[in-house]
């Protein structure tokens, strides 16, 4: 019986000092399991007289339902320890504000993106999309551009082995949304162009675009001078000066240069409208009646106008940059300081 008891004291005192699980499982084979002073107890029994052995046999099963119990309760003890300090190691303050330094805020041509969107929806238009990676129908043939059509050579395209090429301009997004909508429909389309292009400070390889297309009836080129000068009032938020020029582009009839006066001169001539004082921002026109064609769209009852505005020189032209490439550079010190 002192044998039994002191088996036990060592046993809680053994416990006292565990303080994680696997010394916890360590000691329960140690105190409890097979091989235990507890069992060697037990198992020396059968020698005994039955009085001995009824009460060491009460006694034994008493230490070892009590020291169970106290393995349970270091158990429970340990593991909500354990999540304690857990807890304390991953605690954080989410209502923080976060530091200055770190905010992040939008790329200047997400910025004038979802600017001239917002004024179009204004006025009616959908935000239309199209894949980057186009077919030959979507960004030449249905636009009026066959096969061998110099008008190729005007944008020098990167095409893949398959057959596919990099969009060259937005335009292609005109041809999915007529192939989809039935007019009367107006829509813009914000995206990224690419070209095979020398890269130079006014040229890259890529670049962004928004194209509008708006199909009605009885629609002229005095509508179209209406919404381009609505919109580029509300980009630059003053009234700006524009005029028209004849320009080349098969898919339209008549089609137009939209020069703006330069905001940086004012017109007196500057490198950034290379002393011209007025700098080429988009082309436009009426869409051609093949290209309305090629659509289903029948060009006895249905017409309309439809541009294409480079991004980059608008922001360019706004903060005075010199250099294209800075956009897509990825230097953040670039993206930083137009914040
Ligand atoms: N797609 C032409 C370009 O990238 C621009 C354009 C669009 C011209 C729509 C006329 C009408 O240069």
């Keep these: 019986m002192n044998e039994l008891k002191s088996i036990e004291s060592q046993a809680l005192q053994a416990l006292e000092s565990v303080t994680s699980i696997p010394e916890l499982d360590q000691w329960k084979s140690t105190h409890l399991g097979k091989k235990s002073s507890l069992m060697g107890v037990l198992k020396g029994m059968k020698d005994a007289t039955p009085e001995m052995r009824k009460e060491m046999g009460a006694e034994a099963n008493r230490i070892k339902k009590g020291l169970g119990a106290s393995w349970e309760k270091r158990r429970q003890e340990i593991s909500e320890a354990e999540v304690n300090a857990r807890l304390e190691k991953e605690w954080l303050d989410i209502t923080l504000p976060l530091s200055h330094d770190e905010q992040g805020h939008l790329h200047p041509i997400t910025r004038y993106s979802r600017k001239i969107e917002d004024i179009f929806t204004k006025m009616g238009f959908k935000v239309l999309e199209g894949p980057l990676v186009e077919d030959d129908w979507h960004n030449f043939e249905a636009l009026n551009i066959p096969p061998e059509h110099p008008a190729r050579d005007m944008q020098d395209t990167f095409f893949m082995t398959n057959g596919s090429l990099l969009r060259t301009h937005t335009s292609s997004v005109q041809i999915r949304t007529m192939e989809k909508i039935q007019p009367p429909f107006r829509g813009i389309a914000p995206g990224r162009v690419f070209r095979n292009e020398e890269v130079d400070a006014c040229h890259d390889n890529t670049f962004y675009q928004v194209e509008g297309i708006l199909i009605d009836k009885d629609i002229s080129v005095a509508n179209m001078k209406y919404f381009l000068r609505t919109m580029l009032r509300e980009i630059f938020e003053k009234d700006v000066e524009v005029r028209l020029r004849h320009g080349y582009f098969p898919f ?49 009852v249905w017409g309309g106008f439809a541009f294409g505005m480079g991004l980059n020189r608008l922001v360019m032209n706004h903060y005075d940059i010199d250099n294209i490439r800075h956009f897509v550079s990825g230097d953040l010190r670039f993206v930083q300081q137009l914040n």
């Design 252 to 300: 339209v009839e008549p089609g137009f240069e939209l020069d703006l006066r330069c905001l940086l001169c004012e017109g007196k001539g500057c490198p950034a409208c290379k002393h011209v004082g007025w700098s080429e921002l988009m082309g436009c026109g009426m869409v051609h009646p093949k290209v309305l064609e090629a659509c289903n769209i029948d060009p006895e």
